[in-house]
């Protein structure tokens, strides 16, 4: 996800089963700490079948997020 409500660069990377409702949570201030306050848009999705299979992927993108 990406911050579209201020000036700074902020990204948010985490996995769900359902995009939509999570997107609105985040959206709505249910959503993740880090997310609260702020209004997000989808940048990047990615569909695995279970959570073990996402999670590398999931720590792969923090870690390019830490480096940029």
């Known amino acids: 996800l990406k911050c579209v ?3 700074k660069k902020l ?3 985490g ?3 359902d995009l939509n409702k999570r ?3 985040h959206n709505n201030n249910r959503g993740a700490k880090f997310t609260k306050g702020k209004k997000w848009s989808l940048i990047y999705k990615k569909k695995f ?3 073990n299979e996402a999670i590398p992927t ?3 993108l923090k870690m ?3 480096l940029d």
């Open 11 to 13: 990204t948010y990377v």
């Open 58 to 60: 999931n720590i792969s």
């Open 15 to 17: 996995y769900t089963s």
């Open 5 to 7: 409500s201020i000036s």
């Open 64 to 66: 390019i997020e830490i």
């Open 23 to 25: 997107l609105l949570q």
């Open 49 to 51: 079948y279970n959570k």
